[in-house]
């Protein structure tokens, strides 16, 4: 496996804590290490295909600042457009009111 | 000569002034009173978005008239939906509910089926979402 082989960069994975990584991964190759079998949380690795599930770290040797992927433990929330003008509305119902009152003339 | 002017006829014509300046209805304001003649006319309504629309055909001083009053409208929106973090429309909205529900009886203001009706003694036909 060599650098010519990776088509395309791959995705940031779960660092794998346990072990002891101090190999740095650059996104368009250089050094990487292999994970022998284990698969990571929620690691991707894109259309990149080789034996075993390769984790790479990206921007973090031996330091703490190391990013985690995780999935949302929530739901998403959506607000409809209508619902949040019903709320609104009775909210400045009175602000409306005192604006008539103050701007007679194009009212 | 000297002419004595008596002081009660005069307090009273100077009250009969007072009383006829007075507006007649609730409505009258400080109004143009080309906008008051069109929107008595029924040339000029509330729309329910906040703003003022034509109806049928109208002479061009009309037009320009109500135009002049939307924008005028707009900065006021634009400024007080400014102060309560609020979308200019949902404001000008809001404003609308209340313009409707203000119309004079006789006066045009367009419903939320987009037809144009005139004002009667009753309460005015609004967007279920007005307050």
């Known amino acids: ?107 | 000569m000297r002419t004595v002017i008596s002081r009660r006829p005069a307090l009273i014509a100077l009250a009969m002034l007072a009383i006829g300046a007075l507006p007649a209805s609730g409505q009258a304001q400080g109004r143009d009173p080309a906008y008051a003649a069109a929107r008595e006319a029924g040339q000029v309504g509330e729309k329910p978005d906040g703003y003022l629309g034509t109806i049928g055909a109208v002479p061009p001083q009309v037009k320009k008239l109500v135009e002049d009053l939307n924008i005028k409208r707009k900065a006021v929106y634009a400024e007080k939906a400014q102060a309560q973090h609020v979308t200019i429309e949902d404001f000008a909205f809001t404003t609308g509910c209340h313009q409707i529900s203000r119309t004079e009886p006789g006066e045009k203001y367009q419903g939320p089926d987009g037809a144009w009706h005139v004002r009667t003694a009753g309460p005015a036909l609004r967007d279920a979402r007005c307050p």
Not at chain 1, 96 to 103: G, Q, R
């Open chain 1, 1 to 107: 496996m060599n650098r010519d082989e990776l088509t395309q960069p791959a995705v940031l994975a779960i660092v794998d804590r346990d072990k002891e990584r101090t190999a740095v991964m650059g996104q368009y190759g250089g050094r990487y290490e292999e994970a022998s079998g284990r698969r990571g949380l929620g690691a991707e690795c894109g259309p990149v295909a080789m034996r075993g599930l390769v984790a790479m770290v990206s921007g973090c040797v031996a330091l703490a600042g190391c990013v985690t992927v995780n999935a949302p433990a929530k739901p998403i929330v959506i607000e409809l457009n209508i619902n949040i003008k019903q709320e609104v509305v009775y909210r400045l119902s009175g602000e409306a009111a005192k604006t008539i009152d103050e701007n007679k003339g194009i009212f």
